[in-house]
């Protein structure tokens, strides 16, 4: 591992976003709902833009923090971040920031992405006495609005292309929707992973699109990978200590907390994932033998954001404002399977009603098919809350 560039940044991060095609990255100020840019190189990481800067800082936590966090999402080709939250949405580039017209109003945006090809805006949610069941496709030319389908947490495009997943979100389960990239609104397929509990972030896949990691959930530091298109899993760990269960003690709130939520990519290299850790190391993780080996980056900081630049470098953030660019080695030009795609398009179609019951699902290990949740009486001790709490409800029946 060698760095390649290392500043002090001025602020703490907590979650960085960089650009599918261009040498750019966002990150989330810890301290303000605000986005800083910068652009990166060669032992070069340069500041060149902000959204928010001026803003207040948080002066509250949980929920009401949450609120107001903006999002935001690059443009799939040019070099434009849309940011939202609860005031405006706005679009930045080199040149400056300008507001979004054609935006409905409502409380807040609480996630935003554009459609593969840019010519779309999605925000969710919609808004309204209905909106958290909907969202709002805005047509970035015309300035046309329509609703769209649920959605929430981000959408990201397998790297191959053909193909989106987005979340579904809810405190009982999960649910990873796959969608066809095609037109301007989401139509989530009936092929589906279902995740348990709720609180994950937007899933990562590997550049060769083979592999997509899913970070979560609101009860514990889980961390999963799985196939694609088997949506097999292939690994399930669970970072710090394991949840001890209510009432939690405040130790373990306070291990818990200290790891990121946004301190895992992909490499270059195929078949390994980078973990960042409280402790300021890198951690690289082997899928295949779960080998493992920590490298030393941020000595005496804890990792708080994680990152695959598009050129195949890692982009590390500390918790004491150093940003980082390492080197992790290449094996080569990673070509995305097209393959995987079209392997999965042609096992699924489009979903009519995004319900449970409906779906072809499974959780990386069993698999339900339409119909098979409603005969579920009996399960494990060992098999996720979600389906202990279908098989005594199909038992009260």
Do not use: K
Request: hydrophobic share 40%; charged share 20%; net charge negative.
């Amino acid at each position: 591992m060698e760095t390649l560039a290392r500043i002090r940044c001025g602020a703490t991060l907590e979650r960085l976003l960089c650009h599918p095609r261009l040498p750019l990255l966002a990150g989330w100020d810890t301290e303000r709902p605000a986005i800083r840019i910068w652009g990166y190189g060669i032992g070069q990481l340069r500041e060149i833009g902000a959204v928010g800067s001026d803003s207040a800082p948080y002066d509250t936590v949980g929920y009401d923090r949450f609120r107001r966090t903006p999002s935001a999402a690059w443009h799939p080709d040019e070099p434009q971040l849309v940011v939202a939250d609860g005031a405006s949405t706005v679009c930045w580039t080199p040149a400056g920031t300008s507001r979004i017209d054609g935006v409905p109003p409502t409380e807040y945006h609480r996630d935003v992405a554009f459609s593969p090809d840019g010519q779309t805006l999605w925000l969710s949610p919609a808004g309204g006495e209905q909106g958290w069941e909907s969202s709002i496709t805005l047509d970035l030319i015309a300035g046309a609005t329509a609703i769209g389908p649920r959605w929430d947490t981000g959408v990201v495009a397998h790297p191959g292309g053909g193909i989106l997943a987005t979340l579904r979100s809810d405190q009982g389960a999960t649910l990873v929707l796959f969608a066809e990239d095609a037109g301007p609104v989401l139509r989530p397929l009936r092929r589906a992973l279902i995740l348990d509990c709720d609180g994950y972030e937007t899933p990562v896949f590997s550049p060769d699109g083979r592999q997509f990691a899913v970070r979560g959930n609101a009860y514990g530091n889980s961390l999963e990978v799985f196939e694609f298109p088997s949506l097999r899993r292939v690994l399930g760990l669970t970072l710090g200590e394991p949840n001890p269960g209510y009432p939690y003690p405040q130790e373990w709130l306070g291990g818990m907390r200290a790891w990121s939520r946004h301190n895992v990519a992909f490499g270059p290299v195929p078949g390994v994932c980078w973990i960042g850790t409280p402790e300021g190391a890198v951690i690289e993780f082997q899928i295949d033998g779960e080998r493992v080996r920590e490298h030393e980056a941020l000595p005496g900081s804890a990792v708080t954001a994680l990152a695959a630049a598009v050129t195949g470098e890692l982009i590390v953030a500390g918790r004491d404002g150093t940003l980082l660019v390492l080197s992790v080695g290449r094996a080569g030009p990673v070509e995305a399977s097209a393959a995987a795609v079209t392997e999965f398009l042609a096992g699924t179609s489009e979903a009519r009603v995004v319900d449970m019951d409906q779906l072809d699902l499974t959780d990386g290990i069993q698999t339900w098919q339409p119909g098979d949740l409603e005969t579920v009486t009996e399960t494990a001790e060992s098999a996720p809350s979600w389906l202990q709490i279908q098989a005594a409800m199909n038992r009260l029946a």
